[in-house]
């Protein structure tokens, strides 16, 4: 199983902006999650790393952008206007196979990483 690792994660304040990355290890369907204290880990944003095609949750589409580097091998979250409901620790999945249902759920993806932390403060 290759792994995959988040790095870009940092403290900041509201409004900022910031660019998650991921090693890919050559997955081809992935997808960004978060977990903040004491909640369930959601998923915000998917890609189809081959043909571009995304997939958002509601509360994020029009702040976060998932995006690819096939050349790097490398998945993107690029993350505008950032609120202190932000605050979570971010992680990267993977998968093999074309996930079967809103490749937003936790249970579509066989391969995470260890997880970055965004804190945004007022």
């Known amino acids: 199983q290759r792994q995959l690792v988040e790095s870009g994660g940092d403290s900041l304040q509201v409004g900022g902006s910031l660019r998650l990355s991921c090693s890919a290890s050559?997955?081809?369907?992935m997808a960004w999650f978060r977990q903040a204290p004491s909640k369930a880990r959601e998923g915000h944003a998917a890609?189809?790393?081959?043909?571009?095609?995304?997939n958002y949750a509601g509360p994020v589409r029009d702040r976060f952008a998932i995006s690819r580097d096939i050349a790097k091998d490398t998945l993107y979250l690029k993350m505008d206007d950032l609120k202190p409901e932000d605050t979570a620790t971010y992680y990267c999945?993977?998968?093999?196979?074309?996930?079967?249902?809103?490749?937003?759920?936790?249970?579509?993806?066989?391969?995470w990483g260890q997880g970055t932390q965004v804190t945004v403060s007022s």
């Open positions: 050559g997955y081809p369907f």
């Open positions: 999945a993977a998968s093999p196979l074309r996930p079967p249902g809103t490749w937003l759920g936790t249970g579509e993806y066989t391969v």
């Open positions: 890609i189809d790393r081959a043909v571009a095609t995304t």
